[in-house]
């Protein structure tokens, strides 16, 4: 019993400092990455059949291990205008008891070129600059030298930490990158698409302690094709591979989309397998303007014993406004 109680505060405390430290340095992932498509690929701005586009985005995930979930929530904005598109994001991720809290502001200009006369293949290009705001409530947070095996084990806040913090609460300068190609003549087989962007492009100076550390650049390549199986039904494998610094991800999945014609809607049903990580379900419908999901994270990393094998929760809302076009020319796959 004292070992398993042991091993729950070591658990606690990589959790509430180590995650601290070294989330300073990486950014927060989503399962459904392609939903929130600024987030993803700042060359993705505008590029969808309509007015407008709003993007709502909720993440939860190790609430079974920790004193508090951590959550991380998305709203952007983004539209076309001839060959331009503009937007603009908020994203704020929050971590444990610490209330370790991550605040992205950005704005987004996009630019298309078509290659080909027919514009059937298109590459959009994407920049995208903001601030970033990092802070830590350092009193909510239990540290190693607290702790005392005393009455079977504890934490004494009376006990100093042995850390000395600079500060709780910097802003940084950002500045992401990147481009998309796609093919997109309509009543084709095979629609593939394929982009690349990075993010943190100046590298700012960050840091909590005293110390000297540059936010590293975090590089994604995404991929995949919209394959046209029949008028009803089509099956979208796809790909993401990001790294930054010294941690790499690697995701592969296969969304299904089903046409309810009489209904004017479409089914969606896919799963992921995020590397060493999670397994992952998806399930959502497009109806009319608006398109909705809902997935769910499989713990299968090493912490699936302290987690039961559970991860996270993700919900994302996009509405999309049509256009009306007497000879509609599709110029974007479903990404």
Same mark, same amino acid.
């Given at each position: 019993?004292?070992?398993?109680?042991?091993?729950?505060?070591?658990?606690?405390?990589?959790?509430?400092?180590?995650?601290?430290?070294? %989330?300073?340095?990486?950014?927060?992932?989503?399962?459904?990455?392609?939903? !929130?498509?600024?987030?993803?690929?700042?060359?993705? !701005?505008?590029?969808?059949?309509?007015?407008?586009?709003?993007?709502?985005?909720? @993440? #939860?995930?190790?609430?079974?291990?920790?004193?508090?979930?951590?959550?991380?929530?998305? *709203?952007?904005?983004?539209?076309?205008?001839?060959?331009?598109?503009?937007?603009?994001?908020?994203?704020?991720?929050?971590?444990?008891?610490?209330?370790?809290?991550?605040?992205?502001?950005?704005?987004?200009?996009?630019?298309?070129?078509?290659?080909?006369?027919?514009?059937?293949? &298109?590459?959009?290009?994407?920049?995208?600059?903001? !601030?970033?705001?990092?802070?830590?409530?350092?009193?909510?947070? +239990?540290?190693?030298?607290?702790?005392?095996?005393?009455?079977?084990?504890?934490?004494?806040?009376?006990?100093? #930490?042995?850390?000395?913090?600079?500060?709780?609460? +910097?802003?940084?300068?950002? *500045?992401?990158?990147?481009?998309?190609?796609?093919?997109?003549?309509?009543?084709? @087989?095979?629609?593939?698409?394929?982009?690349?962007?990075?993010?943190? *492009?100046?590298?700012?100076?960050?840091?909590?302690?005293? #110390?000297?550390?540059?936010?590293?650049?975090?590089?994604?390549?995404?991929?995949?094709?919209?394959?046209?199986?029949?008028? &009803?039904?089509?099956?979208?494998? &796809?790909?993401?591979? %990001?790294?930054?610094?010294? !941690?790499?991800?690697?995701?592969?999945?296969?969304?299904?989309?089903?046409?309810?014609? &009489?209904?004017?809607?479409?089914?969606?049903?896919?799963?992921?397998?995020?590397?060493?990580?999670?397994?992952?379900?998806?399930?959502?419908?497009?109806?009319?303007?608006?398109?909705?999901?809902?997935?769910?994270?499989?713990?299968?990393?090493?912490?699936?014993?302290?987690?039961?094998?559970?991860?996270?929760?993700?919900?994302?809302?996009?509405?999309?406004?049509?256009? +009306?076009?007497?000879?509609?020319?599709?110029?974007?796959?479903?990404?």
């Amino acid at each position: 019993m004292l070992l398993k109680l042991k091993n729950s505060y070591l658990l606690y405390i990589t959790l509430s400092v180590s995650f601290m430290t070294e %989330m300073v340095a990486q950014d927060f992932h989503l399962s459904q990455y392609d939903a !929130a498509a600024l987030y993803l690929n700042p060359a993705l !701005a505008g590029q969808f059949d309509g007015k407008y586009r709003v993007h709502a985005h909720y @993440r #939860t995930q190790w609430g079974s291990v920790s004193s508090k979930a951590f959550n991380t929530t998305a *709203l952007s904005f983004d539209m076309p205008y001839k060959k331009f598109a503009f937007g603009a994001q908020i994203i704020n991720s929050r971590a444990g008891a610490g209330n370790f809290n991550i605040l992205g502001l950005s704005l987004n200009l996009g630019y298309n070129i078509y290659l080909t006369k027919n514009k059937f293949h &298109k590459v959009s290009l994407g920049l995208q600059g903001g !601030a970033i705001q990092k802070r830590v409530d350092f009193n909510k947070l +239990f540290f190693e030298n607290q702790y005392t095996t005393v009455g079977g084990g504890s934490f004494d806040l009376n006990t100093p #930490t042995g850390e000395e913090f600079n500060n709780n609460n +910097f802003w940084l300068p950002d *500045l992401n990158a990147g481009f998309v190609y796609f093919y997109g003549k309509d009543q084709i @087989r095979i629609n593939p698409f394929v982009g690349y962007s990075v993010f943190h *492009l100046t590298q700012p100076q960050e840091d909590f302690f005293d #110390t000297q550390n540059k936010l590293p650049m975090r590089h994604v390549i995404h991929g995949g094709a919209k394959i046209n199986i029949s008028p &009803k039904i089509q099956v979208l494998p &796809k790909v993401l591979y %990001m790294q930054q610094e010294n !941690a790499s991800e690697m995701n592969a999945g296969l969304m299904l989309h089903y046409h309810i014609q &009489k209904a004017g809607t479409i089914l969606l049903l896919g799963t992921n397998f995020r590397s060493e990580d999670a397994f992952i379900l998806e399930a959502g419908a497009k109806i009319g303007s608006y398109e909705g999901r809902i997935s769910y994270d499989f713990n299968t990393s090493e912490l699936s014993d302290f987690s039961d094998g559970k991860g996270g929760f993700e919900i994302s809302i996009t509405y999309i406004p049509k256009i +009306f076009k007497p000879n509609p020319i599709r110029n974007c796959p479903k990404i």
